[in-house]
């Protein structure tokens, strides 16, 4: 009833072609970055910026990453997690080797120096394909994670090897370190997550997107019209890497505050995006904040749900009924829709269109 | 179909995730214990035992005594699986009940401790890494909040060394000797490496380091090593199921256990009976007595198990990393004691429990008062000195039961000491931190 296109009509290129070209859509888009502006970092609490927020950005960034490389390209990577620790690492680096260097600047050369790496670890996938680059990109995640133990340059020597992010400032606010307000490492979180997904967007709707579509759905077809294969694989592996680096610099900076590389940038981080990617959707943007909602919020609320309901239970069993229902209600929602929750998503919206009168 | 799935799990959702967000409602005075422990995954061997004693004690000393002069001990635990990034989830989701927040927090968990040193100063909730953590904030004019007594990872690597020397005739007989470290490739193992270097280079010891990576299933290249080089001692950084795969690689290869030493978070029960007959002779450090011969472990048994040895039993009772617990649990009472003879006999809040972690003066009258005479050794706490730096002991898996084989071997105060000013210095440049005055 209210959500209806009839009487929008379109009588410009540039309104044909708009990100939403839905009136209620677009308000609706504006509306959710509204709250997520001026209401969220007033209401929320430390835990719940902490535990549920900024995590929630930092993996929605790196399940966009992930899902242009993946859902777009059609390459399938599982070094995720090592090209997020490499963000995260170069982000040191460079803010405790340059003391003045801008925040948001670091975090992009973090980016780049990502894209860089990743663009090494994409030269494979000239010859190979599916699984088998799938295993070779594994080699991306144990070298690079071997590397941040092994060579103590990238944790400036100190016996550890634990990787604590310096207390930095921008316009004379602190952003940084566990001093600084959650509240401000959200909306720093909340608008690089915002203008990169709206980048990601645009490229994917664009030649470089819609040739790693071309690529993916058929290699030799795409060939023979006339795309480079070469060019358009490195260019995806690069700009998902770079996605990986600035969520990986988001994560030690915003999120963790401290890392030790092989444990925070592990394999499991790799599978997890992954997981986004397929639960949230295949080739969708808007699937990518889905999943990474999925896979970073329902083991907070299966941890919480016992004691909200008053149920008194050992915590082991607790730990173990969590990881159970997490697994189940994974397989459920794969079972509901293969296609992953952006399609349900999709499903509801043309349900919504012919409510209540459904033919 | 589907959509009415989807909305009627959403609403779920939704229902769940508003109740997170609801405040706990008030109770009387309590003194609040944050648990971060690990029952489940493959550190769970380690935190069984560990959880189990903390949670004894405290429940012993509400039963015995009505809480701490009269202010019950409530206490939450909340699962970690000695993960670092669901630690500081658990840190985060606890340091807010009770009547005044966290106490104190036991992060039991090196990696966890790392993470919540920043934070402690920002949420006033001193930290108590009771012989883990980073052994630097035991300079307490740069770590005001964290406290790592009764004896620190570079402490016992100079103690473990002074051992070898006790049992090779000498310092002078160490030149020219094999030591190996195998360690958890984590902060955690690579704590004891820098001590283990300065003191190699002093005695002319030969020193091999060899990593073990998470979770340390895996070490057969290890021990291969290890046969080929034929140290004259193996040290070990374990933890979790490392230590019982270490003991029976050991073993596999014939290394003569009586000179392979575990640090003390590698001396537990359930490190060496998995390993069998194998793992008899192996050694290990220890902070404090194993068994259940104290005063202390007749009160536990008395008021929280009413005297039922075997359910006890079944709880790791009388276990190492049990007493290990009870130890760590009477530190952080003792630290609320002391607060309250200063600002009197409430609950206490975290910069008031932060100054009675630092005027702690545990002395063996204290000791004997609280049933554990000869359980560990006095300990005394201040300004600058947040570790104390006591002597440590050596015990011996039998085949049935752990056994002291030792007297307190001294640490190396003398060369630990300048380390730790030293690494305490660095951090505090790196982080802006204005090292305070202890005078």
Redesign the interface.
């Known amino acids: 009833m209210l959500y209806r296109e009839a009487g929008q009509f379109k009588t410009s290129y540039a309104g044909d072609q708009a990100i939403f070209p839905i009136i209620q859509d677009r308000w609706f888009v504006l509306a959710v970055l509204l709250v997520a502006y001026l209401v969220v970092p007033f209401v929320a609490n430390d835990y719940f910026f902490e535990v549920v927020l900024i995590p929630f950005l930092v993996f929605s960034m790196a399940a966009i990453g992930l899902n242009l490389l993946l859902g777009y390209a059609g390459q399938l990577s599982l070094g995720t997690g090592a090209f997020m620790g490499l963000g995260a690492f170069m982000s040191y680096k460079l803010l405790t080797t340059f003391p003045d260097l801008n925040l948001i600047v670091a975090f992009l050369l973090a980016g780049l120096a990502t894209a860089v790496v990743g663009l090494l670890f994409g030269i494979p996938s000239l010859r190979i394909k599916g699984f088998y680059l799938a295993v070779s990109t594994l080699a991306a995640q144990f070298l690079l994670g071997w590397m941040f133990t092994k060579v103590e340059w990238f944790y400036n020597y100190n016996p550890s090897g634990t990787i604590l992010t310096p207390p930095r400032e921008m316009f004379g606010v602190l952003i940084t370190s566990p001093k600084a307000d959650p509240a401000v490492k959200y909306l720093v979180a909340l608008t690089l997550v915002a203008v990169f997904a709206l980048a990601a967007k645009n490229i994917v709707r664009s030649r470089i997107g819609r040739s790693w579509m071309a690529i993916r759905d058929m290699d030799i077809a795409a060939e023979i019209i006339g795309f480079r294969p070469m060019q358009t694989k490195l260019m995806a592996f690069a700009v998902s890497s770079f996605y990986c680096g600035v969520a990986g610099a988001m994560l030690l900076c915003l999120d963790l505050d401290a890392a030790e590389g092989a444990e925070a940038f592990g394999i499991n981080i790799s599978f997890n995006v992954l997981f986004m990617v397929i639960i949230g959707g295949l080739g969708s943007i808007l699937g990518s904040f889905l999943g990474a909602a999925f896979i970073t919020l329902v083991p907070v609320v299966l941890t919480n749900a016992p004691q909200m309901f008053g149920i008194a239970m050992a915590t082991d069993m607790q730990k173990h009924l969590e990881v159970m229902i997490f697994g189940g209600l994974i397989v459920y929602f794969l079972i509901v829709e293969p296609h992953g929750l952006a399609r349900l998503w999709q499903i509801a919206k043309e349900k919504l269109r012919i409510w209540p009168f459904p033919y | 179909m589907?959509?009415k799935?989807?909305v009627l799990s959403l609403l779920g959702?939704t229902v769940?995730?508003s109740?997170?967000?609801?405040a706990p409602a008030m109770a009387a005075e309590e003194q609040f214990f944050p648990m971060l422990?690990y029952?489940?995954g493959p550190y769970?061997p380690s935190g069984?035992p560990v959880?189990n004693g903390f949670r004894d004690y405290y429940t012993m000393l509400n039963k015995r005594d009505g809480g701490i002069n009269g202010v019950m001990v409530t206490f939450e635990?909340?699962?970690t699986?000695y993960?670092?990034?669901l630690g500081?989830?658990c840190y985060?989701?606890l340091k807010?009940k009770g009547t005044h927040g966290a106490t104190l927090v036991n992060p039991f968990s090196t990696?966890i401790t790392?993470?919540l040193?920043?934070?402690a100063p920002?949420d006033k909730v001193p930290i108590l890494s009771m012989g883990y953590g980073?052994t630097a904030a035991a300079d307490g004019s740069v770590f005001q909040w964290i406290y790592n007594f009764p004896t620190t990872y570079w402490s016992q690597a100079s103690a473990f060394i002074n051992y070898v020397a006790q049992q090779e005739g000498g310092h002078d007989k160490l030149r020219g000797k094999k030591i190996a470290h195998v360690y958890h490739?984590?902060?955690y193992g690579?704590?004891a490496?820098?001590t283990l270097g300065v003191l190699a280079e002093k005695y002319g010891y030969k020193l091999t380091l060899l990593?073990v990576?998470?979770p340390g299933q895996e070490q057969k290249a290890t021990w291969l090593q290890i046969r080929k080089l034929r140290p004259d001692w193996v040290f070990m950084s374990g933890w979790g199921v490392m230590n019982q795969v270490a003991v029976k690689e050991a073993a596999a290869v014939n290394y003569p256990m009586d000179r392979f030493v575990g640090n003390w978070w590698s001396g537990s029960d359930a490190d060496v009976i998995p390993a069998g007959k194998a793992s008899k002779g192996y050694k290990s450090a220890a902070l404090h007595h194993p068994g259940t011969k104290f005063r202390v472990h007749d009160d536990i048994l008395q008021y929280v198990y009413n005297g039922d040895t075997e359910e006890a039993k079944k709880n790791n009772f009388g276990e190492v990393l049990y007493n290990r617990a009870v130890l760590n649990a009477m530190f952080g009472s003792e630290a609320v004691r002391t607060a309250q003879a200063k600002f009197g006999k409430k609950a206490m809040t975290g910069e008031q429990v932060r100054w009675g972690l630092e005027n702690l003066n545990l002395t063996e009258q204290r000791l004997d008062e609280l049933g554990m005479n000869g359980f560990t050794r006095p300990v005394k706490i201040s300004c600058s000195d947040h570790e104390s730096g006591g002597p440590i002991l050596i015990q011996q898996w039998d085949g049935q039961k752990w056994n002291i084989v030792s007297d307190w071997i001294p640490t190396m105060r003398d060369v630990v000491r300048p380390m730790i000013e030293k690494?305490a210095s660095?951090y505090a440049k790196?982080?802006?931190i204005t090292p305070r005055n202890c005078g």
Do not use: F, M, W
Request: hydrophobic fraction near 35%.
């Open positions: 589907k959509i799935k989807l959702a769940a995730a109740g997170i967000l609801a422990v029952r489940t769970a069984i959880a635990e909340c699962e699986q993960n670092t990034k500081v989830e985060e989701k807010g990696g790392y993470q040193i920043p934070k920002v980073r490739n984590s902060a690579k704590e490496n820098p990593a990576d998470h690494a660095e790196e982080n802006n």
